[in-house]
């Protein structure tokens, strides 16, 4: 974001000045002539030229302010009155400077900064004198893309139009010589679709984004120390918040869902350091308290546990292998705290089931089943001393 800071020039002095001047060159002579000449430096050569209309009235003053015997200002009066001044800063035989003048004081002046004859930058002053306004041609065009305005000479804000389509695009708004807030519409279709805001040392804090530019912010973007720590999402575009990321150090670390809008997270995601998801909570029927819990790594899921009747304990778990098919699962079936039924599987199919009926901790029946998931063979510990007793 290139600020101008462009200042009026000085390329003329007051018009009070200018009359001192003609008071000089009027000096030696008793009678009016349509162009005087002056030396003003005493160097042997002419360095100003003052010229009249018939009535004796000034016109325009020409100067050769450097004493190169080249002509670089031009001074232009109307009534007495400076009304212009041409310059050429850079004397290099090209006007490259016009200053515009009412009632004697500085209104407007104009540049050309690269020599091409094209005005790249326009300067406007108030009523005291003071830098009000500037135009800039950004890549000398012929286009004017950029506008700033002051206010006590202080910029207050400034206007770009990126795309030269003639609608301004971007605005930045300052408060005591500091950008504050800037916003931005992105896809140049006249709507502002992107805010951002600043703090009183310049560093961002708050990005507001309407990503489907319909009309209405759906990100909300959180920043410390020019970090992101948070971003409120609209997922679905219907005006309400249902998405809430959270970062540490930059990176997202968790993720929250509102998946039926009724105010209420339901669910939430953890994230590895490098970005991967290591844990899924989710509270799937909605009242309030967490029921199902996931847990990944290196993005896959590895174990899946479940309290069944929202005791507050699990009661059901299942773990899986790299094929992401389970290889085992526990069950609490009396829901006491103390795994009972033990399930096994191959290929994502059930292989065998262990279970401790009588809950002193030992297997006391084993089923066995096929690939097809049948029942093949029974085992039962009748004396409960871990071991298998009949086999039908």
């Known amino acids: ?23 000089i060159v009027l000096g030696s002579s008793n009678s009016f002539s349509k162009m005087l000449k002056k030396d003003t430096n005493n160097d042997g050569d002419i360095d100003m030229w003052a010229y009249y209309d018939e009535d004796g009235n000034l016109i325009k003053i020409e100067i050769d302010s450097n004493f190169d015997g080249k002509r670089d200002e031009w001074r232009y009066f109307e009534k007495g ?36 004859g094209l005005r790249e930058i326009i300067v406007f002053l108030d009523k005291e004198g003071e830098k009000e306004r500037v135009v800039i041609d950004s890549n000398s065009n012929g286009k004017f893309d950029t506008f700033s305005f002051y206010k006590k000479e202080e910029l207050i804000k400034q206007e770009q139009d990126k795309n030269e389509d003639g609608k301004i695009d971007t605005w930045f708004y300052f408060e005591k010589g500091g950008l504050k807030e800037a916003r931005f519409d992105t896809n140049f279709d006249g709507n502002v679709d992107t805010w951002v805001y600043l703090n009183n040392l310049g560093k961002i804090t708050k990005e507001k984004i309407d990503t489907n530019f319909d009309g209405k912010v759906d990100l909300i973007k959180h920043y410390q120390k020019k970090i992101l720590t948070l971003e ?36 939430w995601i953890y994230f590895s350091k490098n970005g ?37 304990k699990i009661d059901l778990c299942w773990h899986y292998g790299k094929d992401g098919n389970p290889i085992k699962t526990y069950k609490d079936k009396d829901k006491d705290g ?43 510990d009748l004396d409960y001393d871990g071991r298998p007793d009949i086999s039908f």
Not at 306 to 312: A, L, P, S, V
Request: one cysteine or more.
């Open 1 to 23: 974001m290139t600020l101008d800071e462009t200042k009026p020039g000085q390329g003329c002095p007051a018009h009070i000045i200018c009359i001192v001047v003609l008071c």
């Open 81 to 116: 009155d400076l009304v212009r001044v041409e310059t050429d800063t850079n004397h290099n035989g090209k006007i490259d400077t016009w200053s515009f003048f009412e009632g004697g004081k500085l209104k407007r002046q104009e540049q050309d900064k690269n020599g091409d």
């Open 338 to 380: 103390k795994w009972d039924i033990f399930f096994f599987y191959e290929d994502g199919k059930i292989t065998r089931v262990e279970e401790d009926r009588n809950r002193d901790g030992k297997i006391d029946i084993w089923k066995y089943c096929n690939k097809e998931g049948k029942l093949i063979k029974t085992e039962k």
């Open 276 to 312: 991967e998801m290591k844990k899924l909570q989710i509270d799937k029927d909605y009242d309030g308290r967490i029921d199902n819990w996931y847990f990944y790594k290196n993005g896959k899921l590895i174990r899946h546990e479940q309290d069944t009747n929202k005791d507050g």
């Open 232 to 267: 409120e999402i609209d997922s679905n575009h219907d005006g309400q918040f249902n998405v809430r990321n959270e970062y540490k150090k930059g990176s997202l670390y968790r993720q929250l869902q509102d998946r039926n809008k009724d105010s209420k997270w339901d669910l």
